[in-house]
């Protein structure tokens, strides 16, 4: 179902991808600095997570500003908390490079400010950038430190904007429950050599889904 997403004065393109059972629970997935939502592993993703009953929204947001991203971002989780159409228990904040960037922006923020009522349940990040290539010193890890949902990352381990060990140190700085799962020899863009890329897509979508669940039904202990 594609939807238009007031964001200031303009709108942001959105596509619903819906389980055919009422869903109880929701993933908000974005793209990276470049391509928008249809990007492959995001629509592959979307269509994995709405086969298994979890409702999927994925939205285009152009501009390279983490800011403008997440502003963006919190514009469409506050339409879909606002929505009468799905009613969710929650949603998990997702995003593939620097969408997963202005994903955790936007759930420190929202955790610090008022609004914080439990609706956001979780964090998952592609391809986190936590530095540039090449530019290890400078880590992008100051919202991911402060974060108190669980977080999954699902990265390549020769990413070149992840450096396994980095992302491992920073992980077991964070405060949240946390989990990495590394699809082995992929770079950033998760591309194996001599690996078919609907098999990569197929790894990652199934430990998504897998991470959801438990984290759903720790929720409804």
Known sequence: VKVKIPFGNKYLDAIF?????????????THGAGGDMNFPHLVSLAAYLASHGVLCLRFTCKGLNIAYR????KAVVEYLKLSDDYKL???FLAGRSMGSRAAAS???QMSQGDDDDGFIQGL?????????????SKLRDEDLLL???????????????????????????????????WIDKANHGMAVKGR??????????????????????LQNK
Not at 70 to 73: H, I, N, P, V
Not at 128 to 135: D, G, N
Request: net charge positive; aromatic share 6%; with cysteine.
């Open 17 to 29: 991808s819906v389980p055919e059972r009422k869903p109880t629970y929701g993933v908000i997935l």
């Open 70 to 73: 997440t502003k963006a971002f």
């Open 89 to 91: 228990s929650g949603v």
């Open 106 to 108: 936007v759930i420190r």
């Open 124 to 136: 998952l990040c592609l391809s986190y950038p936590l530095h540039r290539p090449k530019q290890q």
């Open 147 to 181: 974060i108190r949902c669980p977080v999954l990352f699902v990265s390549g381990s020769a990413d070149e904007m992840c450096e396994k060990q980095l992302l491992e140190g920073v992980v077991s700085k964070m405060k949240a429950p946390k989990k990495i799962h």
């Open 196 to 217: 078919a890329t609907n098999d990569v897509m197929e790894e990652i979508n199934a430990q998504v889904f897998s991470w959801l669940r438990e984290n759903i039904q």
